[in-house]
């Protein structure tokens, strides 16, 4: 059974990137898309994008230019970096695999936005 | 973006009951809509996709419908571990939206 695990710095400076890994086990990460989502505290979910093994993405355009998705299959994981950071951007990122409806999911990781 | 709208927000319900969480895409998305479940502190679980295949493991006292515009999460016979909070996913077209949620408490 594959199991996801986020991974990265708990606090983020306004103005700065925000960096977070989801490692894989149990299973390939190669041949799945691999998805990161969004969730404020007290809010609803928000999909930030994803990303296929083959390193082909799809984001939300809520994010505009400043989301980049990357995998590194040698490692089993896959990483997700967030650029200019303001406090909207605080929130629990999950990480899950999937490319539509998502089955498998990490535990999530808060990231707050505070200098 | 797709809007999706679930209704109600909140609802009070008895171990027992029989419950119907509704949601509403601002456009139509054919069948290409999930369900979740979240408690607190804990990762969303999928419980139906395609709006009405349940997925392995869950209960069959959670049934999905619709097409469409409009679709529906039931419940039948409440049962203790229910009690969460419930989104809709749609994935027909991008970017993936979500609804707001609605939140099942006991009564």
Redesign the interface.
């Known amino acids: 059974q594959v199991q996801l695990q986020e991974s990265g710095p708990g606090r983020v400076k306004p103005s700065e990137t925000l960096s977070l890994s989801c490692s894989v086990s149990g299973d390939s990460i190669r041949g799945y898309y691999w998805t990161w989502i969004r969730q404020p505290a007290g809010k ?4 930030i ?1 994803h990303i296929y093994t083959s390193g082909n993405t ?5 994010l505009k230019s400043r989301v980049t998705m990357s995998v590194d299959t040698s490692k089993n994981q896959f990483s997700l970096k967030v650029t200019s950071v303001t406090a909207a951007d605080t929130a629990v990122y ?1 990480c ?1 695999r999937g490319d ?4 498998s ?4 990781t808060l990231v707050t936005v505070s200098s | ?1 797709i809007q999706l709208t679930q209704s109600p927000s909140s609802l009070s319900a008895s171990v027992g009951d029989r419950v119907t969480i509704t949601c509403r895409a601002s456009q139509g998305i054919g069948s ?1 809509l ?1 369900w ?1 479940q979240q408690t607190p502190g ?5 419980l139906i ?2 709006a009405s295949t349940l ?1 392995s493991g869950v209960p069959s006292r959670f049934s999905g419908s619709g097409s469409g515009t409009d679709f529906t999460l039931t419940f039948n016979s409440l049962q203790p571990e229910d009690f969460a909070t419930y ?1 809709c ?1 749609q ?1 027909n077209i ?8 609605t939140k099942l408490d006991i009564k």
Not at chain 1, 105 to 108: D, V
Not at chain 2, 42 to 46: I, T
Not at chain 2, 94 to 101: E, L, S
Request: glycine residues 14%.
């Open positions: 609803g979910l928000e999909w994008g799809r984001y939300n355009p809520s999950y899950a539509w409806a998502f089955k999911w990490g535990q999530g | 973006a290409a999930a979740y804990k990762p969303p679980k999928l996709y395609d997925e989104y996913q994935f991008y970017p993936y939206t979500f609804g707001q949620g």
